[in-house]
């Protein structure tokens, strides 16, 4: 996970939004992705983007990609106590190998 | 469908005893990971399989570490002798070449480690 960074922590009221950040080192990365890990709980997909899009909303979740500055963020509007996890930013470098890279993840946490 | 099974889901061992993992990859699923979680170095990727087959295990800290896939079914990671720095959570993931597009991974619940 060293080429992909994140801050380690992220504290936010429940019903606020919540912005998590991430930079990322391959520009020629094809997709980026947002894994989520609860409590307890291995990681599951949360969403993706795909590198010719800037921007993808899905419900709560908007997916922002800048790739002239390496950059992804996930923002989730009206935050809930239940999004407390740990959130992975991931990218797939392009070539043959398809293996994503890791962040080390960002701890969500919401205060009621 | 069955999801990634992993045993056991929690360890505690002495240091020097044997430590043995096991991991059930999704049916179909021709790829198989195995990383290891800790608060200090967060995700790492151990090694990874394909088709059964070890492509990568550049991951592998050191020999005291050894994975096996026998077969699509099955694969265990193994510790021998273990020491206290093992002390993890250890994930195991599948995916499918089908699935390449979005190269999603599909973890377990994860193999809790604490080596006393």
């Known amino acids: 996970g060293e080429d992909v960074e994140q801050s380690l922590f992220l504290s936010v009221r429940e019903g606020d939004s919540s912005v998590i950040n991430c930079t990322y080192t391959?520009?020629?990365?094809?997709?980026l992705y947002w894994y989520k890990q609860e409590p307890g709980a291995g990681l599951q997909l949360l969403t993706y983007i795909f590198s010719n899009m800037d921007m993808k909303q899905d419900q709560r979740l908007t997916v922002l990609l800048n790739k002239k500055d390496k950059h992804l963020s996930l923002r989730i509007a009206d935050t809930q106590t239940g999004d407390s996890a740990i959130y992975f930013c991931a990218e797939r470098p392009p070539g043959g190998s398809y293996i994503p890279t890791f962040g080390r993840g960002t701890s969500l946490i919401v205060h009621p | 469908d069955a999801g990634v099974i992993q045993s056991p889901r929690h360890e505690v061992t002495e240091m020097g005893q044997e430590v043995t993992l096991r991991c059930k990859p999704i049916?179909?699923?021709?790829?198989l990971f195995w990383y290891r979680q800790t608060m200090m170095r967060g995700l790492e990727l151990l090694i990874y399989f394909n088709n059964n087959v070890p492509i990568d295990d550049s991951g592998m800290p050191e020999d005291r570490f050894s994975a096996k896939m026998p077969n699509a079914s099955f694969s265990t990671l193994k510790i021998q002798p273990s020491e206290p720095r093992d002390s993890a959570v250890y994930f195991c993931?599948?995916?499918?070449?089908?699935?390449?597009?979005?190269?999603?991974?599909?973890f377990g619940e994860g193999s809790r480690l604490t080596v006393l």
């Open positions: 993931a599948s995916s499918r070449t089908v699935s390449r597009r979005t190269g999603e991974l599909f």
């Open positions: 049916s179909g699923h021709d790829y």
């Open positions: 391959d520009s020629s990365s094809t997709y």
